[in-house]
């Protein structure tokens, strides 16, 4: 499968506790997009990647949400210590990155995150 | 920022019939609107896009329209097939980006054989 792949797919875990997601986007694309998807909603943008650097985060993500992307390649997503309304569908996505340009995003099949 | 609204968000409509969908946005400076079919438990994937320098874009049975004018774009599904169904997203770019994208709450679309 050459498409965006993440894992894990499911994620149960207890308040407080961390959690880190990983995304590897397709082998060509410079650019990466976290996004989060909950219920009878769009996806929100996270952040988003340039290669190795984190270009934007958005206001959605709180201090306890880091992401990196450390050789311009996979990508993780980590929130520390979670909280019930952390309880989503992330997605990432990957494009390619041709300049002052819209490109495709192609999306993964996203992680669902369940927060006790 | 950037602000979509979708509508409606379920339509039902008999196999065979055309599906409809409208968005607005609200960033004038907005110049990319691409619309997403997320089937159940599935991701989301691109169907069709269209640039704010053209005003419609056809796909075989599926087209979108665009009125920069009154800053709303919209989804034309013909001849509708039960393997449509699904929830429908469009979005907006958002001004002086050329990666981020602003979504609809999406439609979820049903046909019926």
């Known amino acids: 499968d050459t498409g965006v792949s993440q894992n894990p797919r499911h994620k149960i875990t207890k308040r407080g506790q961390n959690v880190t997601f990983r995304c590897d986007p397709i082998?060509?694309?410079?650019?990466l997009y976290w996004y989060r998807q909950t219920l009878g909603q769009g996806p929100e943008f996270l952040t988003y990647?340039?290669?190795?650097?984190?270009?934007?985060k958005s206001r959605l993500l709180s201090d306890r949400f880091s992401a990196e992307r450390p050789k311009g390649s996979f990508s993780t997503l980590e929130i520390q210590r979670t909280e019930q309304g952390d309880s989503a569908m992330y997605l990432c996505?990957?494009?390619?990155?041709?300049?002052?340009?819209?490109?495709?995003?192609?999306f993964g099949p996203g992680t669902r995150l369940t927060v006790l | 920022g950037e602000n979509v609204e979708q509508h409606p968000s379920t339509l039902s409509v008999q196999e065979g019939d055309s599906a409809v969908i409208k968005c607005t946005y609200s960033?004038?400076?907005?110049?990319?609107f691409p619309w997403y079919k997320q089937e159940l438990g599935k991701r989301p994937q691109l169907i069709i896009d269209?640039?704010?320098?053209?005003g419609e874009k056809k796909d075989q049975r599926i087209a979108v329209t665009l009125n920069k004018t009154a800053k709303h774009f919209s989804l034309h599904i013909t001849e509708t097939q039960p393997e449509d169904s699904a929830v429908y997203f469009c979005?907006?770019?958002?001004?002086?980006?050329?990666?981020?994208?602003?979504f609809g709450k999406g439609t979820l679309l049903t046909v019926n054989p």
């Open positions: 269209i640039r704010s320098n053209v």
């Open positions: 990647f340039q290669n190795e650097a984190q270009l934007e």
């Open positions: 996505a990957s494009s390619l990155g041709l300049a002052a340009y819209y490109n495709e995003q192609f």
């Open positions: 960033d004038s400076a907005s110049n990319y």
């Open positions: 082998s060509e694309h410079n650019r």
């Open positions: 979005a907006a770019s958002e001004r002086g980006s050329n990666y981020k994208l602003t």
